[in-house]
């Protein structure tokens, strides 16, 4: 038991996520319950180098359980991955009387956590928030089911206009470098297709789009009715805009492209984020408490633990294979039957 711990320093970094609000109210909370001041460091790690903390008091968290975003802002920064802003951060967290450092954010963000640690020596948790899941170590991450459900939302509604229409839509997902976001969000609106990193490289690309043109026609011609594809951003070079116009300047196959970006980012937090938030925060200020440093907290199996920042970082967390076979089970009993 750590009774050393008087003051924790606290900000989010990278993409925002909805639910970054709650994990801070939770470990505000926690922290204030055992006597420990909370420092919120605005703007990511560019609060550490501008050394113009605010003290986090209840007051600060009320109410903010529900608004998506982050109180604290949030960036990316660059000068966090130069020696010199590493050191005028841990001066920073120095001369701030900070015993422990708490970032919520991604794996961008633990890599610079691991980083500060050359340079300054006090204890350091991990909170995963992040829309893409992506993080090895954790099942769930903060912002990742609000994003899916915003995501299945916006294609219900385009469904509607393109069963109007008996229309093909090619919607593009966030997710960075990771289809967690674009197979859960593609079953869950069954989707006519799905391309994601887990079933497709770019060097197929010619290959696939014959086969995308194909499908497409011969489910046209069996039946009159939507097809809407979901793609990972980043995964098809050029992106859905690109997608549609190959597709109608190779095979004359008229197609719209839907970009929803940084929409799922926002909007407030559903029941899992906000409660998966909470667990999480009020977990990283016990955490501090028996002493732990390095550390990621994760759920596992509905079982909240921590994780070796290092072990969270080393690998990008896969798709479960059983969801991208599931998908590809139902398109082939969908092409079989037509339903
Ligand atoms: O990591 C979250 C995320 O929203 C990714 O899905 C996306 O690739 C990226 O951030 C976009 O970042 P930015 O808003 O800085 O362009």
Not at 3 to 10: D, E, G, I, P, S
Not at 207 to 220: D, G, H
Request: with cysteine; net charge negative.
């Amino acid at each position: 038991m750590n009774n050393q711990l008087k003051r924790v320093a606290l900000l989010t970094s990278g993409g925002d996520a909805p639910g970054m609000n709650a994990a801070i109210r939770a470990v505000v909370l926690a922290a204030h319950h055992s006597h420990i001041e909370v420092l919120g460091f605005l703007h990511g790690y560019n609060g550490l180098l501008d050394n113009d903390p605010t003290l986090l008091d209840l007051s600060c968290v009320n109410d903010i359980i529900r608004l998506g975003g982050t109180i604290l802002k949030s960036a990316r920064c660059p000068q966090f991955q130069t020696k010199t802003g590493l050191k005028q951060a841990a001066n920073t967290l120095v001369k701030q009387h900070c015993d422990a450092l708490i970032v919520i954010g991604g794996d961008g963000s633990f890599t610079g956590m691991l980083a500060l640690k050359q340079y300054w020596p006090g204890q350091m948790i991990g909170i995963p928030g992040t829309i893409d899941n992506d993080i090895d170590g954790s099942d769930a991450t903060i912002g990742f089911s609000t994003a899916v459900n915003t995501a299945i939302n916006a294609i219900d509604k385009i469904r509607d206009t393109a069963n109007a229409f008996e229309r093909i839509f090619i919607v593009e997902l966030m997710g960075r470098h990771s289809g967690h976001i674009t197979f859960n969000v593609g079953v869950a609106c069954a989707a006519e297709q799905v391309l994601s990193f887990e079933n497709f490289s770019a060097d197929n690309q010619e290959q696939k789009l014959e086969q995308l043109a194909q499908e497409i026609n011969s489910l046209q011609q069996t039946r009159h009715n939507s097809y809407i594809m979901v793609i990972a951003e980043n995964v098809w070079p050029g992106g859905a805009t690109a997608l549609a116009r190959e597709l109608k300047e190779r095979f004359a196959i008229d197609s719209t492209a839907c970009v929803l970006g940084h929409i799922q980012r926002g909007g407030s937090p559903d029941a899992k984020d906000r409660v998966i938030a909470t667990k999480m925060g009020v977990a990283a200020v016990q955490a501090l408490i028996n002493n732990e440093s390095d550390v990621m907290i994760a759920e596992q199996n509905s079982r909240i633990c921590s994780v070796p920042l290092e072990q969270a970082i080393q690998h990008q967390k896969k798709v479960n294979p059983n969801l991208v076979a599931a998908h590809e089970n139902i398109l082939a009993l969908t092409a079989q039957n037509q339903c």
